[in-house]
């Protein structure tokens, strides 16, 4: 015997909602809409509701001051003839003496009868009960006009309150006026007759309320009808009105948003001499000085722009003269007295931080021009960091900091000018030592299938949020009055925004007072994948404290030692695939492999760790896997 397995239940379908509702959110969607863009559609609406709102209430006092007056006015019509009809009633009954139940049965029929013809039959009905129950030989049953008229007509409670007092009742109620018609409004009335023998007997009439109601509906109809007429011709004039109202402060808008996308020449055009007009003209003399001070900020600017570059390259060549002189003397300052010896090397300084200030005017100068190009080449970032962080050891040793590179990479090959990047990441690793108040400077990499990033964070005075938005301007210093140790212009960061955008990269900032500043450059790792908006960025802002993953770090005598990270893969741009850059074997094995600028190399030690060459000159930075020092 085989037990055979249920079958999966089926996923039941997602419902989908009915389309009007689908209808219902689009109009709204649609409306909402409309309401927050259009001024004109927001009045309309407005005036509509209101007047809607108006219109109901008058309308329902109307309705109801109406309907009170017809029916007041009717009911006491009905009341009166019904005690007239009750008292000739009454007299014909008194003045009679039939004695057996046939005779009973001719008076109420000639009574009645002749009640009916002296009034308007159609509109009522009547109907006798008797209130005592008999049964002598002149004792009559309920008599009624039509025979499809009961007891069940008149409404119990009125009948209670007919026999339990004197006078005249009355009491709505809806009966049949007819023998196949419909049930109507009616109003009922009654009261007390006595026939022969002391017999008590309800007398009831029975009116028909039809024709008030039908005016009173008659009226609602004319007064919704009204109420639509007057919607349509209000919305018509608020239409127009608000049209001749709104079309200048659109056409306002319009000749504005043109102006804030650069379009200086257009203005609004003048006509008459009203409020709009003088809104016109105002806006049109505002329009004319915003252009001409524009005018004249980019004559400015663009003259600014030639003297620096014309300064610069002018000063180019005097500058390489007085270089070339103060390199002769200080080769030779070993033959002069301390005084002059000093001079030659303060003059040999200066002319070189003056040589580095002058080549960033003219990178800013080519930038202004739009000569800038990028040689472009596959590179490994790492290389380069390794280069920056070893220019940067001198610095590191003279303020006090350590500086760590920080990566689960040993390998990532980026298409990118070396130049450049070079010069952001010394420029960042510069400003993050100078401010860093003698605390860790860490540098972080991290990479995905598309960009990589490289974060330079500091624990120094950090900058207010004034500050960071000000931080890439042109010859911007957070403190002029604070000391600096290294020379600058102010322009570097400039510079690094500069080159980062020539990459389609981005450079980005985060910093809090006395906590640090951190700044974010993310490159693509190929030129033809532009970075996506969407993109999520390898590393945090700032990058987490559990980061702690270590590739480099200057030790103290001021070299550059390398360790060896976890391993992780990196993207290769040139084939496209994965690469897997292993770190040293313990204990001996091949070594990490790690990829350097064209003019550096690596040798395996015996212990079977990895001797790095990142200097770029051919000398040897002794770094081992096992973290020891080489001399």
């Not at 996923?11 to 649609?30: D, E, N, Y």
């Not at 505002?286 to 004559?299: F, G, K, R, Y």
């Amino acid at each position: 015997m085989t037990a055979s397995a249920a079958p999966p239940a089926s996923t039941p379908a997602p419902r989908r909602r009915p389309k009007r509702f689908r209808r219902i959110r689009l109009g709204r969607r649609v409306l909402f809409r409309r309401w927050r863009q259009s001024l004109q559609f927001r009045a309309i609406a407005i005036a509509l509701t209101l007047t809607s709102v108006a219109f109901l209430a008058t309308g329902s006092f109307l309705s109801h001051q109406i309907a009170d007056r017809l029916f007041t006015d009717r009911l006491n019509q009905v009341l009166e003839e019904a005690r007239t009809d009750i008292s000739v009633a009454q007299a014909s009954f008194d003045a009679s003496d039939a004695s057996d139940r046939t005779e009973v049965q001719a008076l109420i029929n000639s009574t009645m009868g002749s009640l009916s013809q002296d009034t308007d039959a159609a509109d009522h009905r009547w109907i006798l009960i008797p209130l005592d129950q008999g049964s002598g030989q002149s004792f009559v049953g309920v008599q009624a006009e039509s025979s499809w008229m009961t007891s069940a007509t008149v409404p119990q409670q009125l009948q209670q309150r007919v026999a339990n007092a004197d006078g005249t009742y009355w009491q709505p109620a809806s009966a049949r006026m007819t023998e196949n018609g419909a049930e109507q409004p009616v109003i009922v009335v009654g009261d007390v007759v006595q026939l022969n023998q002391n017999s008590r007997y309800g007398l009831y009439f029975v009116y028909d309320f039809s024709d008030p109601q039908a005016t009173l509906d008659s009226i609602h109809a004319v007064l919704l009808l009204s109420m639509v007429a007057l919607l349509l011709l209000v919305g018509t004039i608020v239409w127009y009105v608000t049209r001749e109202v709104v079309r200048p402060v659109s056409n306002t808008a319009r000749v504005s948003q043109r102006l804030s996308e650069g379009d200086l020449d257009v203005r609004m055009q003048v006509r008459g001499a009203n409020e709009v007009a003088q809104l016109s003209r105002s806006f049109n003399r505002m329009a004319d000085s915003i252009q001409t001070q524009i005018t004249q900020l980019e004559q400015l600017s663009s003259m600014q722009q030639t003297f620096v570059s014309d300064v610069s390259h002018e000063l180019r060549t005097p500058l390489t003269t007085v270089k070339m002189a103060a390199e002769v003397l200080y080769n030779a300052r070993e033959d002069f007295d301390p005084v002059n010896r000093r001079s030659a090397e303060l003059l040999h300084n200066q002319v070189d931080r003056f040589d580095s200030m002058l080549s960033d005017l003219l990178e800013i100068s080519r930038f202004d021009a739009g000569a800038a190009r990028l040689d472009m080449a596959s590179t490994d970032i790492f290389s380069v960091i390794y280069d920056v962080v070893e220019a940067a050891a001198p610095i590191v040793l003279r303020s006090g900091s350590e500086l760590t590179v920080r990566s689960t990479l040993t390998r990532c090959v980026v298409q990118m000018d070396q130049r450049r990047i070079d010069r952001i990441l010394r420029n960042l690793v510069t400003n993050a030592l100078e401010h860093g108040e003698s605390r860790p400077v860490d540098i972080y990499v991290a990479a995905n299938e598309n960009c990589v990033a490289v974060a330079v964070r500091d624990h120094g005075i950090g900058m207010t949020e004034e500050q960071t938005a000000k931080v890439f301007n042109r010859f911007w210093r957070g403190d002029p009055a604070r000391a600096r140790t290294v020379g600058g212009t102010g322009l570097g960061l400039a510079i690094a925004t500069e080159d980062t955008r020539l990459h389609g990269g981005r450079l980005e900032v985060w910093a809090e007072p006395d906590n640090g500043a951190c700044f974010r450059l993310t490159l693509p790792l190929l030129r033809t994948q532009p970075l996506d908006p969407e993109l999520v960025n390898p590393l945090d802002m700032p990058p987490a404290e559990s980061f702690t993953e270590s590739t480099a770090r200057v030790t103290d005598t001021g070299s550059l030692q390398l360790t060896a990270p976890a391993v992780q893969p990196a993207m290769e741009p040139d084939t496209g695939q994965m690469l897997i850059a292993f770190p040293p074997a313990p204990g001996g094995g091949s070594g990490g492999e790690r990829a350097t600028s064209s003019d550096a190399g690596s040798t395996q030690d015996e212990n079977g760790g990895r001797t790095e060459d990142v200097r770029g000159n051919g000398s040897t930075a002794a770094g081992r896997s096992d973290g020891t020092e080489k001399p």
